[in-house]
C-alpha cells in the first residue's frame, strides 16, 4: 500500500473520529438526566424479548405516526456512508441542507437527508 494510501485511509479514520466525538458531544450537550441514558444504554445493548403477536390490525385502520428522525440516528448513517468512503459527498448534502455540520441541520430536514444520503453508493 503506497504511502499516500494509507495517509489517506488515515485521515479518513480521523474524520470518522471526530463524528463520533461530536456525537457524544452531542449527546452530553443534551443534559439527559444520568439514570434515563443508563436506562436507555441497557435498553439497547440488552435484546427486547418480542411479546407474543397481536391480531394484525386490520388495513382499513390508520397507520401509526411515524416516529421523527433523531440526530443520531441520521449521525450513524452519515457516518456509515463516509467510512465507505464518501466524506466529500456527505459534507456536500450536510451544506445542501443550510449547515456546515450535520448538528447545525434543521430536524425537519432529518428525513429528506437520509433519503439523498441512501442513493450514495447505491446509484
Given amino acids: 500500500?503506497?504511502?499516500?494510501k494509507m495517509l489517506l485511509n488515515v485521515i479518513e479514520d480521523v474524520r470518522s473520529?471526530?463524528?463520533?466525538?461530536?456525537?457524544l458531544?452531542?449527546?452530553?450537550a443534551s443534559n439527559e438526566p444520568k439514570e434515563e441514558a443508563k436506562k436507555k444504554t441497557r435498553a439497547k445493548a440488552?435484546?427486547?424479548p418480542e411479546p407474543p403477536k397481536a391480531q394484525?390490525?386490520?388495513p382499513a385502520e390508520a397507520e401509526p405516526e411515524k416516529k421523527p428522525l433523531t440526530l443520531e440516528e441520521v449521525r450513524m448513517v452519515l457516518a456509515e456512508k463516509s467510512r465507505a468512503g464518501y466524506t466529500a459527498e456527505v459534507?456536500?448534502?450536510?451544506t445542501q441542507h443550510g449547515a456546515d455540520k450535520l448538528s447545525d441541520v434543521d430536524p425537519a430536514e432529518y428525513e429528506a437527508?437520509?433519503?439523498?444520503?441512501?442513493?450514495?453508493?447505491n446509484g
Avoid: H
Wanted: no cysteine; glycine share 6%; net charge negative.
Fill in 56 to 58: 394484525e390490525p386490520a
Fill in 91 to 94: 459534507r456536500s448534502l450536510i
Fill in 113 to 121: 437527508l437520509l433519503a439523498e444520503a441512501e442513493v450514495l453508493g
Fill in 25 to 28: 458531544a452531542d449527546a452530553m
Fill in 1 to 4: 500500500m503506497s504511502r499516500i
Fill in 17 to 23: 473520529l471526530g463524528d463520533s466525538l461530536q456525537a
Fill in 46 to 48: 440488552e435484546p427486547k
